[in-house]
């Protein structure tokens, strides 16, 4: 069953009765208090000059004719 929507269901209901009903919202506000850098968001310039870089990365290949 694992991989299937009924294997996630089980899983989650597994994990709620061994260690709480609120499970799931632990750990994602272990993930949230976890992060230091704050991302792009604390720093406007740095991302602006990062999306530049990777506008310029070409994903098409060179044509030779």
Known sequence: M????AGGQ???ATNKKKYGSDF???IGSK???LGRTGGFYANRELARKAGAVGGRISRRSK???
């Not at 694992?2 to 929507?5: H, M, V």
């Open 2 to 5: 694992a991989g299937t929507k």
């Open 10 to 12: 089980a899983a989650a």
């Open 24 to 26: 799931y919202a632990k």
């Open 31 to 33: 993930g949230g208090r």
């Open 63 to 65: 044509k030779t004719t």
